[in-house]
C-alpha cells in the first residue's frame, strides 16, 4: 500500500479543502447517492492515479470486488471531511493519516466482524448479577450501559429510544461473529446466521424461564475502522409489543437453563420441518400468547391451549388423554396431578366457549384472568418434549402420541421419563409463580395465586 499512500493523502487533504469551501453541507451524506457533489472530490486530478494504484492492490479485488477503488475512496473521503469541518491544517493532516491508516488496517484484517443487539424486556437482574453472561455460540445477555452503546458506535441510531418507548429492562441480547470478507458481503450489515443465532437465543430464553420475556428492535451492526465499510440496519423479527406475564428474574440458574434449552432447540429445529412439526406448531402458539397484549386474554388462551394440544393431543379425541398426559408429565405428587388434571379440564371447556363463541359464565371470565398459569403449563409441556426429543427418547413426534400413555402408566418409566425434564410444576409454583410478580399493566404489585386458587369448579358464582 506503500505506493498508494502519496496519492491518496494529497487527493484526501484536497477534498477537504474543496469540502470546506462549499461548507457543511457534506455532513450526512452518502457516497455514491449524489453523482454531482461526488464529482466535486472525483474531479479534483489527484483521483484517477489514487484509484488506479489503489486498484492494482489484490487485496482490494479479493475483499472488495472488481472496480471498488473508486467507491472505496469516495467513501473515504466522505469520512474525512466530515471529522475535518473548522479544523486547521495541521488537525486536518493529523484526521488524513488517522484515517489512512485505518483504512489499511482494515483492509488487511479478513473477516468482517458483525453485532447484533436488541433491548429485552419483562426480565429483571437478579441476586449477584454479572455484567456479561454468556449463553451460546457467542450470544449473551449484559447491562445496557451508554459506555458500552458507545463502544459499538450506535449512540445516535436511538437504541436508548427504543428502550425508553417499548418498556424495557436494563438488559440487552448481544450476538458476535465474524464472516471472510468477500465481494458477495461487501455491502451487507447482517449474518444470516448470526440472525438465526439471537432469534434462537430469544426462544430459548422464552422457555427456559416463567414470564414474558419480551424484545425490541434488531440493531444490526458490522464493525469498521472507518465509516463507508459498515454500517447500521434496524429491523424487528416479531411484534414489538409487551407480553403482561410475571418477569423473569434473571440469574445463574437461568442462564443455564437457556444455555440448555439453546442446545435442544440446535439440535431440534433442523427437523421441525418434518420429525417434529409438532413442536414447531406448539413454540410459535407458546410465543403467540406471550406477544398478545392484556386486552387480548381470550386469544392467549387458545393460543396456549394449540400449543398443548400439537404436542399431547390426536384427531378426534376426548379431553382425558390430554388432562392425562399433562398432569401425568408435570405433577410431582397426587395432589398436583389432580390439580392439573381439572386445570387442563377447565381450560379446555373455556377454550370450547370461546372458539364456538357461547357466553362465557362468571367462571369462565374468572378464569380468564388466570392465563398466564395456562401459559405457563404450555411452557412445561414444549419444555417436557424437546428434553424428550434431544435425549432420544423419540424419534418423531407422532411416536410420541402413540407410546406415552403405555410408557406414563408404568411407575418405573413414568419416573424415567420425569427424571429427562427437571422443571417441574410444583417447583414452578412455588418458586416463581407463588412469589409477588410486577404487573405491568396497570402499575401494582399483585401477589400471584396458588395452583389450588385457580380452582373454579364447583364456583356458586360459575
Given amino acids: 500500500m506503500d505506493h498508494v499512500r502519496p496519492h491518496a493523502l494529497s487527493w484526501l487533504k484536497h477534498c477537504c479543502a474543496a469540502a470546506a469551501a462549499m461548507g457543511d453541507v457534506h455532513h450526512g451524506r452518502t457516497p455514491g447517492y449524489d453523482t454531482r457533489y461526488d464529482s466535486v472530490f472525483t474531479a479534483l486530478p489527484e483521483f484517477t492515479p489514487a484509484a488506479e494504484k489503489l486498484d492494482s492492490v489484490p487485496l482490494v479485488w479479493q475483499q472488495y470486488g472488481p472496480n471498488m477503488a473508486p467507491r472505496l475512496l469516495l467513501g473515504l473521503a466522505f469520512d474525512v471531511v466530515s471529522r475535518t469541518s473548522g479544523c486547521t491544517p495541521e488537525q486536518v493532516n493529523e484526521v488524513v493519516n488517522d484515517a489512512w491508516c485505518s ?63 417499548g418498556g424495557h429492562s436494563e438488559l440487552v441480547l448481544v450476538a458476535e461473529g465474524k464472516a471472510p470478507k468477500t465481494p458477495n458481503n461487501v455491502v451487507t450489515d447482517t449474518d444470516l446466521a448470526l440472525y438465526q443465532r439471537i432469534a434462537r437465543s430469544l426462544r430459548a430464553i422464552r422457555l427456559a424461564s416463567s414470564g414474558g420475556v419480551h424484545h425490541g428492535s434488531m440493531f ?185 400413555d403405555s410408557l406414563l402408566i408404568q411407575a418405573s418409566e413414568r419416573e424415567r421419563i420425569r427424571g429427562i425434564f427437571s422443571e417441574r410444576w410444583s417447583v414452578v409454583r412455588n418458586a416463581s409463580l407463588a412469589t409477588v410478580a410486577r404487573s405491568r399493566t396497570v402499575g401494582f404489585y399483585a401477589e400471584v395465586p396458588s395452583l389450588a386458587d385457580i380452582r373454579i369448579a364447583g364456583n356458586p358464582t360459575g
Avoid at 144 to 150: I, K, P, Q
Wanted: hydrophobic content about 40%; overall charge negative; some cysteine.
Fill in 103 to 165: 483504512f489499511v488496517a482494515e483492509l488487511n484484517d479478513p473477516d468482517w466482524q458483525y453485532r447484533i443487539v436488541v433491548n429485552l424486556g419483562g426480565i429483571v437482574p437478579g441476586a449477584g448479577f454479572n455484567e456479561l453472561n454468556e449463553i451460546c455460540d457467542g450470544v449473551t445477555v449484559r447491562v445496557r450501559t451508554r459506555t458500552f452503546v458507545e463502544s459499538l458506535g450506535i449512540a445516535s441510531t436511538g437504541l436508548f429510544n427504543d428502550w425508553r418507548d
Fill in 220 to 404: 444490526c451492526l458490522r464493525s469498521s475502522r472507518f465509516v463507508p465499510i459498515g454500517g447500521i440496519a434496524r429491523m424487528t423479527a416479531t411484534p414489538n409489543r409487551r407480553g403482561f406475564s410475571p418477569e423473569c428474574f434473571w440469574s445463574d440458574a437461568t442462564g443455564a437453563s437457556t444455555a440448555e434449552m439453546y442446545a435442544a432447540l440446535n439440535a431440534i429445529e433442523p427437523r421441525t420441518d418434518k420429525d417434529w412439526a409438532s413442536i414447531a406448531l406448539a413454540i410459535r402458539s407458546y410465543e403467540s400468547a406471550l406477544n398478545r397484549g392484556d386486552f387480548e386474554k381470550a386469544d392467549r388462551v387458545i393460543d396456549a391451549t394449540t400449543a398443548i394440544e400439537a404436542l399431547v393431543g390426536e384427531p378426534n379425541e376426548t379431553t382425558f388423554k390430554v388432562r392425562f398426559r399433562v398432569a401425568s408429565l408435570l405433577g410431582d405428587s397426587d395432589a398436583d396431578v389432580k390439580a392439573l388434571f381439572d386445570l387442563v379440564n377447565d381450560f379446555y371447556d373455556l377454550r370450547s366457549k370461546l372458539v364456538h363463541g357461547y357466553a362465557l359464565k362468571r367462571k369462565h371470565t374468572d378464569l380468564m384472568q388466570k392465563c398466564a398459569h395456562w401459559i405457563e403449563v404450555a411452557r412445561l409441556v414444549i419444555c417436557a418434549f424437546m428434553k424428550l426429543a434431544q435425549q432420544c427418547a423419540f424419534t418423531k413426534g407422532e411416536n410420541v402420541k402413540n407410546e406415552i
